[in-house]
């Protein structure tokens, strides 16, 4: 089944300590992103990947990582959450152009 | 700037009858597409429907079509016969070309809810 896989699902953490949100895909897409959903803000792209060791900002990149090191992965970090990064984060993968993307189900992140 | 203005943030439809929701974009850019997603309460993000900017036919899916207007920068999602399970939050996302790569704009959604 082709699909895009999050873990964990759901995570409350700290400020300060240091997370990685995994995403993974089988679907041997070459772009893959990350979002967050805020109420009221729709979904806001933090950082995308166009294919392995490329990588590039979205519009609210600041306090995130990413990186891909292999095709089908592409891990979020928060090296020093804050509780303003408190959302629901959604990675994304499609193939390259103007297509659609498709989503994993959801991280919901609470940083206290 | 690139934006996307989904002036409704709640709806309400009757079972069966159909419901437009509106999207305008703005970009300069001359090569975009304009995506429909469905959010149920369940969370999961659903594409519903794709509009190329150089598509001079409007997209439809079933039940559902993409009412472009190119020089008007709209593209509302009109949902025929509504169904319960059509309750749900929709975003209209624009996709770009930008000097990186490709980027995604959201706007902020309508929560949709169709009575019985």
């Known amino acids: 089944e082709a699909q895009v896989t999050q873990n964990p699902r759901y995570l409350i953490t700290v400020t300060g300590k240091k997370l990685t949100v995994t995403c993974s895909q089988n679907?041997?897409?070459?772009?893959m992103s990350w979002y967050r959903q805020d109420p009221g803000l729709g979904l806001r792209q933090i950082y995308y990947?166009?294919?392995?060791?490329?990588?590039d900002k979205g519009d609210v990149p600041e306090g995130y990582k990413v990186s891909r090191k292999e095709k089908r992965n592409f891990p979020l970090i928060l090296e020093s959450p804050s509780p303003n990064q408190t959302s629901l984060y959604f990675c994304?993968?499609?193939?390259?152009?103007?297509?659609?993307?498709?989503f994993g189900p959801g991280t919901r992140l609470t940083v206290t | 700037a690139q934006k996307i203005t989904q002036t409704q943030p709640g709806m309400f439809v009757q079972e069966k009858e159909a419901v437009t929701l509106d999207c305008t974009y703005d970009?300069?850019?001359?090569?975009?597409?304009l995506f429909w997603y469905k959010q149920p309460s369940s969370g999961e993000m659903i594409f519903l429907i794709y509009?190329?900017?150089?598509?001079?036919q409007n997209a439809t899916e079933g039940r559902y079509s993409l009412n472009f207007q190119k020089a008007r920068k709209s593209a509302n999602l009109v949902i025929s016969a509504s169904q319960l399970g059509d309750s749900a939050m929709y975003f209209c996302?624009?996709?770009?070309?930008?000097?990186?790569?490709?980027?995604?704009?959201f706007g902020a959604g309508t929560r949709l809810f169709v009575k019985a």
């Open positions: 994304a993968s499609s193939r390259q152009g103007l297509y659609e993307q498709y």
């Open positions: 679907m041997n897409h070459e772009y």
């Open positions: 990947s166009m294919n392995v060791e490329v990588t």
């Open positions: 970009t300069s850019d001359q090569s975009y597409g």
């Open positions: 509009q190329g900017s150089y598509d001079e």
């Open positions: 996302a624009m996709r770009r070309i930008d000097t990186g790569g490709f980027k995604t704009i």
